[in-house]
């Protein structure tokens, strides 16, 4: 995905470290040893932290702290907490009663704070924002301390790890020239401590299944209906629970899910949790290795408004990441890492779906896997979808214009296109889907999910966005080979997405470059890092928190590091390590430490510099 953040952050907040604040439920009691009397429950336990659901449970000095009223603006969502602000003497407050796990080894209060002020001394604290827990004060801020924008706030509080306490800011003004002190997104996180680790490093659950059917509104913006997921555990670990990941929450609020999932059947449903994308189900007994089983679910999907990769653009649909899927469970435990919208937290295994779409004839349906058409009731149409080993699932709806060919090496590609976009452009993207599909496969290995379909709308805000089978875009060639390349690296090749951005954005763009003739001669000699810290291998954790710096590092200079390896490697041995690489990871998944050492043993000169050069740490 090529992206650009929805909102602009301040100066102040793309210099502070992003830390991870985490809903992970913890480990079912039945499931722990009876010897782990102090197990850590990994949880986050500030209530409504991002304000988007009223007041509750939070306690104010006054209705107008916690707030969505111009002046200011939130970090995230649309509401905020405002303190001060009044220009007299005037103290707001605002507080949580927190209980926080025992036996965790860390626990961590994170917020978004930004400071604006019409004081205009450098020296003295008129105004002043305490954070405290309990009696005992965290730290405290001041007019003193004004930034453009949030700037992201850390506290260890790993001291108060089996209590419960109160949560407290309180700002206060004097007689003159107000300060504003908004807090958005508190968090209080815990980690670490006693409780066991899966057995062993196997991702799990595997080999899923996935049934959809599905039926739309005259518009394609509602569908309802029915999934099932049958999956078996891989694992010497048995599995007790399942997590499905309703990443498109992230899109509504806990009160308004635009992904509702209700009579669970297989399981029992818990309470969603990491802001309602992730949903676990409790298994009714221990899934033991190469046991399977089958959960299912009614579904209930409303598309909000917007050009989004879940969105619609006036009568044109894209749902894309839509259908719950299941999380993955290795050695690190449960991966629930939060959304993101400057790239990907979508880490999942290759699956077998098959959707079928009940919807209106006058709207086009592309999709994910193979697609035919039969009729349905009257007016109506029934698309199914089929498709092999594939990480998710995504579909458009709407009046599409649709032009199709065949790839020389013989794939079949479709190009939808919204109103607006000229016949002209469309062959053109025609085109270059197919020349790019078959530079990519001829790289890394032949494209195996029969079609290729490209949705293109100029009022996609991210540039273009990549779906096995099924990408959107803008009308740009470097874009849609950039798209149509992560049929590999992320589809084929799969990862982290959350944790290892790089192995799919710096692999893809790289591939485009090759796709498209340029070299990356010189490309490294225009690196200046942000920090001694910053490095291709980091997470989404911290881009979120640099977002201007996401695309420079992990597009940029992942692409121009893999250049320099092929400088060093030699074109012949490059061309041969991703295609190779690809061969023995395909529909796998790849880690930054798998491919340094497959580099490394495909040359005798030592890699280690190289890494530290390139700061590819894994």
């Known amino acids: 995905m090529r ?18 604040a985490l809903v992970l ?29 009223g007041t509750s449970p939070w306690s104010t000095s006054s209705s107008t702290v916690i707030t969505s009223r111009s002046g200011q603006t939130a970090h995230g969502g649309g509401s905020y907490a405002w303190l001060d602000g009044v220009g007299s003497t005037h103290t707001d407050t605002l507080s949580q009663s927190v ?72 700002g206060t003004e004097d007689s003159s020239l107000q300060t504003s002190f908004v807090l958005d997104d508190i968090a209080l996180a815990t980690s670490g401590g006693s409780a066991p680790p899966p057995g062993d490093s196997t991702r799990t659950p595997a080999s ?36 499905l990941r309703l990443w498109d929450n992230y899109h509504g609020t806990c009160d308004a899910m635009p992904i509702r999932v209700t009579n669970v059947t297989g399981g029992t449903a818990g309470a969603p949790s990491v802001d309602c994308t992730a949903l676990t189900i409790d298994l009714p007994a221990p899934l033991a ?73 006058s709207l086009l349906v592309p999709a994910t896997g193979t697609s035919t058409d039969t009729p349905g009731s009257s007016g109506r149409t029934v698309t199914t979808a089929t498709a092999s080993k594939v990480r998710d699932f995504a579909w458009a709806a709407g009046p599409f214009t649709k032009i199709s060919g065949t790839s020389a090496a013989g794939v079949a590609v479709n190009v939808y296109s919204v109103s607006g976009i000229s016949s002209s452009s469309a062959q053109s993207m025609l085109s270059t ?20 379909d490209a949705v293109l709308d100029n009022n996609y805000w991210f540039g273009g966005m990549e779906y096995p089978g099924f990408v959107l875009d803008v009308v740009s060639s470097t874009a849609l080979t950039h798209e149509i390349g992560h049929q590999w690296w992320y589809g084929i090749v799969g990862d982290d997405e959350y944790n290892s951005p790089w192995l799919d954005e710096a692999f893809t763009d790289y591939a485009t470059d090759l796709a498209l003739g340029k070299a990356g001669t010189n490309c490294w000699n225009s690196v200046s890092w942000a920090s001694g ?47 190779d690489y690809a061969t023995a990871h395909w529909y796998g998944v790849s880690t930054t430490a798998e491919f340094k050492a497959a580099a490394q043993a495909a040359t005798s000169t030592d890699l280690t510099s190289f890494w530290t050069q390139h700061r590819i740490e894994g």
């Open 25 to 53: 439920p913890g480990t079912p009691a039945a499931a722990r040893p009876a010897a782990a009397p102090a197990a850590c429950t990994p949880a986050q336990v500030v209530g409504n932290g991002g304000f988007e659901s």
């Open 3 to 20: 992206s650009t953040p929805h909102k602009a952050l301040g100066a102040g907040a793309l210099t502070i470290a992003a830390v991870a």
């Open 99 to 170: 209980s926080i796990p025992a036996g965790c080894d860390a626990a961590t209060l994170t917020f978004w704070l930004h400071i604006d002020t019409d004081e205009t001394t450098s020296s003295v604290a008129y105004d002043k924002l305490t954070a405290k827990i309990g009696s005992t004060t965290l730290a405290t801020w001041s007019n003193l301390d004004e930034n453009t924008g949030y700037v992201q706030k850390s506290v260890d509080v790993s001291a108060y790890a089996g209590q419960t306490v109160t949560l407290s800011f309180t």
């Open 289 to 361: 290795q190469g046991q399977s089983t089958t959960i299912g679910f009614d579904l209930g999907i409303t598309v909000p408004s917007g050009a989004d990769r879940f969105g619609h653009d006036g009568a044109y649909s894209f749902i894309g990441n839509a259908l719950p899927v299941l999380a993955v469970r290795d050695g690190a435990g449960w991966h629930l890492d939060p959304y993101t919208d400057n790239g990907e937290s979508f880490y999942s295994l290759a699956a077998d779906f098959k959707v079928t779409l009940d919807h209106p004839s």
């Open 433 to 452: 889907a197919k020349s790019a599909v078959d530079a990519h496969a001829a790289r890394f290995g032949a494209y195996p999910y029969g079609e290729l």
């Open 208 to 243: 899923p299944a996935y049934t959809v059917n599905l039926s739309s509104d005259t518009s394609g913006t509602e569908w309802t209906g029915h999934e099932s997921v049958a999956f078996s555990n891989a694992s010497a670990a048995a599995l007790n629970e399942v997590y």
């Open 533 to 579: 810290a910053e490095k291709i291998t980091d997470s989404m954790a911290y881009w979120d928190a640099h977002s201007s710096r996401y695309s420079t590092v992990v597009y940029g200079y992942g692409k121009c590091a893999l250049h320099d390896l092929r400088r060093v490697l030699g074109d012949t041995a490059m061309a041969k390590l991703l295609k």
